[in-house]
């Protein structure tokens, strides 16, 4: 027996077949989560779906009078609400925030500065008792930007990045020994002193280093000057002072 199609009236249960395949949970990004109505069976929204691909949802927050009454997921958005680090709250900063809740009351915040990069960590326990610490944790981003050997007057140090990134620098510098390491931190972008004592190699005393480090450039630095003084006998001595890593702390 032959079927006639039209007479069958297959194109509307065709046209309802192909509907419900384009529409269905996972077949596309944007057509897969349609709001169910009586045209589309899709049954995740936009924003779950943004949130199960770890994409940030954007737009303001300022419905919320804290970030602790936020509901978890990822978003870009201003600061426009109370509860955050660093004097960011309702400042209208750029933020972008990672909320994860658990069992009981517990609840981890994950926060990033827009413009400078900073990195906040809060996270609450189910009650007061919570081993974990309180407030908000400042997390330093550090970066290796220079190793070597520098010493001698005129020696460049040549940065791997501009040091407008960070807001400090740490010097890691040794003496004669070749073993122990120091570390100093200072104000990054700028000229600095490094001062170091050695009470052990001296002849009649403590001797004082001290090595001079001149800013030339956003990239750049120069040994202007290294000396060493015999405090014993207050005579200029050869300086075993010398820097060996600088690091870029954000």
Request: proline share 4%; with cysteine.
């Amino acid at each position: 027996m032959k079927f006639d199609i039209k007479e069958l009236n297959l194109l509307p249960t065709v046209k309802k077949l192909i509907l419900l395949l384009e529409n269905h949970i996972g077949s596309n990004e944007l057509e897969a989560h349609k709001p169910v109505n009586g045209f589309t069976n899709g049954f995740a929204t936009p924003e779950v779906f943004k949130g199960a691909k770890n994409i940030r949802l954007q737009g303001a927050l300022r419905q919320y009078n804290s970030v602790f009454d936020i509901p978890p997921g990822l978003y870009e958005t201003y600061a426009d609400f109370s509860g955050l680090p660093g004097g960011l709250s309702n400042t209208g900063a750029f933020i972008h925030l990672r909320i994860e809740v658990g069992g009981g009351a517990r609840k981890q915040i994950w926060l990033t500065e827009g413009y400078e990069g900073r990195l906040w960590y809060y996270t609450m326990h189910t009650d007061g008792s919570s081993y974990n610490p309180e407030g908000w944790t400042y997390l330093p981003r550090i970066q290796e930007v220079w190793a070597g050997t520098a010493k001698n007057a005129g020696d460049i140090i040549t940065l791997n990045q501009h040091m407008t990134h960070f807001k400090t620098i740490r010097v890691w510098y040794e003496l004669d020994d070749g073993i122990s390491r120091i570390c100093q931190e200072f104000e990054s972008n700028q000229s600095f002193n490094l001062r170091e004592f050695d009470v052990f190699n001296g002849p009649a005393g403590a001797i004082l280093f001290e090595i001079r480090i001149t800013r030339n450039s956003h990239t750049q630095l120069t040994v202007t000057q290294n000396k060493g003084l015999d405090l014993g006998t207050m005579k200029d001595i050869t300086s075993n002072l010398r820097i060996r890593k600088i690091e870029g702390v954000a």
